[in-house]
């Protein structure tokens, strides 16, 4: 007998102009989960796409990696010690492996140098995550990976909480159509990001070692004012230069880097020549922990904290009016201080 879970996310926030769904497309559709094989069958409504990158500790690379064939088929590929490849899923490729990119490079076949990475990478798995990325893939389908992460503590994989050094994520990666590549999209979800940023770390409880560690930095306060300015109304290359000047880095709890890379390339290269900086249609949202033995946390229900940015993003008026507020909050601020002196 197949039992009620939990609603899958609307499909997507509808004002971006590539994704305009009707209002059957977005309403929520529930998932159902048949009890005899614990596999979520759900509708494949929902345009959007989203990748999903997941760390974890505790369980290798090889058995997560046949959790995910076992659950969404696929062939199995060794990429060398802790770093596996699943391909051709029903949902396209996935990868599994220790989130440590210096050990799996290798210097020359069998040498002495690939023999000490694989050492240290045995060695520092117990303190290094192992990662899991998904394709992209509908929206709609979250809440299966929320039943391959089930699997995986089945399995012993430990999350966020499980220690005090764990310092595990969570990362999404909505995607935007080549026609949402533009600036006046991407900056009202900028702002509605930066006006909800607050309020969201303390709704997700950032993990104490995650803010002393550098990945999820908030935005600096003159960039966060510049931005949050109701007259700022950018060109795209000034979006991106703006980015560039006032936050030159990665570690941001909103990475923009891959997307304006994906806009601009060689901007981005010229001013910070990062290899690590990946070129892809995506925002890069780094806060959620990855919080995966707490039953109440999803992925799903990460993926739904997103959609509340976008659809403030998407209503024009209601997000001017709180730029506005913000400004006029300030402005009485230093009238008030102004007046003590």
Same mark, same amino acid.
């Given at each position: +007998?197949?039992?009620?879970?939990? $609603?899958?996310?609307?499909?997507?926030?509808?004002?971006?102009?590539?994704?305009r769904?009707? #209002?059957?497309?977005?309403?929520?559709t529930? &998932?159902?989960?048949?009890?005899?094989n614990?596999? !979520?069958?759900?509708?494949?409504?929902?345009?959007?796409?989203?990748?999903?990158?997941?760390e974890?500790?505790?369980?290798d690379?090889?058995?997560?990696?046949?959790? %995910?064939?076992?659950?969404?088929?696929?062939t199995?590929e060794?990429?060398?010690?802790?770093? *596996?490849? %699943?391909?051709?899923t029903e949902?396209g490729?996935?990868?599994?492996?220790? @989130?440590?990119g210096?050990?799996h490079? &290798?210097?020359?076949?069998?040498?002495?140098?690939?023999?000490?990475?694989?050492?240290? #990478? =045995?060695?520092?798995?117990?303190v290094?995550? &192992?990662?899991?990325?998904?394709?992209?893939?509908?929206?709609?389908?979250?809440?299966?990976?929320?039943?391959?992460?089930?699997?995986? *503590?089945?399995?012993?994989?430990e999350? !966020?909480?499980?220690?005090?050094?764990?310092?595990?994520g969570?990362?999404l990666n909505?995607s935007?159509?080549?026609d =949402?590549l533009?600036?006046?999209p991407i900056?009202?979800v900028?702002?509605?990001?930066?006006?909800e940023a607050?309020?969201?770390?303390?709704?997700? @409880?950032v993990?104490p070692?995650?803010?002393?560690?550098?990945?999820?930095?908030?935005? $600096?306060?003159p960039?966060?004012?510049? %931005?949050?300015?109701?007259d700022y #109304?950018?060109?795209?290359e000034?979006?991106?230069?703006?980015?560039?000047?006032?936050?030159?880095?990665?570690?941001?709890?909103?990475?923009?880097?891959?997307?304006?890379?994906?806009? @601009?390339?060689?901007?981005?290269?010229?001013?910070?020549?990062d290899?690590?900086?990946?070129?892809?249609?995506?925002?890069?949202?780094?806060l959620?922990?990855?919080d995966?033995? @707490?039953?109440?946390?999803? *992925?799903?229900?990460?993926?739904?904290?997103?959609q509340?940015?976008?659809? +403030?993003?998407?209503? &024009?008026?209601?997000?001017?009016?709180?730029?506005?507020?913000?400004?006029?909050?300030?402005?009485g601020?230093?009238? %008030?201080?102004?007046?003590?002196?």
């Amino acid at each position: +007998m197949a039992r009620l879970r939990y $609603p899958a996310p609307a499909a997507v926030s509808n004002c971006l102009r590539s994704e305009r769904l009707d #209002a059957a497309r977005i309403a929520p559709t529930w &998932t159902w989960v048949d009890q005899a094989n614990d596999r !979520t069958v759900i509708g494949r409504g929902g345009r959007r796409r989203v990748g999903v990158e997941i760390e974890f500790g505790k369980l290798d690379s090889d058995r997560a990696a046949a959790a %995910v064939q076992r659950r969404f088929g696929g062939t199995i590929e060794s990429g060398g010690p802790h770093r *596996v490849a %699943v391909r051709n899923t029903e949902l396209g490729d996935f990868r599994v492996e220790l @989130d440590w990119g210096w050990v799996h490079g &290798t210097a020359g076949k069998g040498g002495v140098v690939d023999k000490a990475k694989t050492l240290l #990478a =045995d060695l520092g798995r117990e303190v290094v995550p &192992t990662e899991l990325v998904t394709p992209p893939m509908p929206a709609g389908r979250l809440p299966e990976i929320d039943s391959l992460v089930m699997d995986f *503590v089945e399995l012993g994989a430990e999350g !966020t909480r499980s220690g005090l050094f764990n310092g595990f994520g969570l990362h999404l990666n909505p995607s935007l159509a080549a026609d =949402d590549l533009a600036a006046d999209p991407i900056r009202r979800v900028l702002q509605a990001y930066l006006l909800e940023a607050p309020a969201l770390r303390v709704a997700i @409880d950032v993990d104490p070692m995650r803010r002393l560690l550098p990945f999820v930095e908030p935005f $600096p306060q003159p960039y966060i004012d510049h %931005v949050l300015h109701p007259d700022y #109304a950018p060109s795209l290359e000034q979006l991106i230069d703006d980015y560039i000047r006032f936050s030159p880095t990665r570690n941001r709890e909103l990475d923009l880097l891959p997307l304006f890379a994906q806009i @601009d390339e060689e901007r981005i290269r010229r001013a910070l020549p990062d290899p690590r900086v990946s070129a892809r249609p995506t925002f890069h949202w780094r806060l959620p922990n990855a919080d995966i033995e @707490d039953p109440n946390w999803t *992925v799903a229900g990460q993926w739904a904290r997103w959609q509340r940015i976008e659809e +403030m993003a998407c209503d &024009t008026a209601a997000l001017t009016e709180r730029l506005t507020e913000r400004v006029q909050v300030l402005e009485g601020r230093e009238s %008030v201080w102004a007046s003590l002196f």
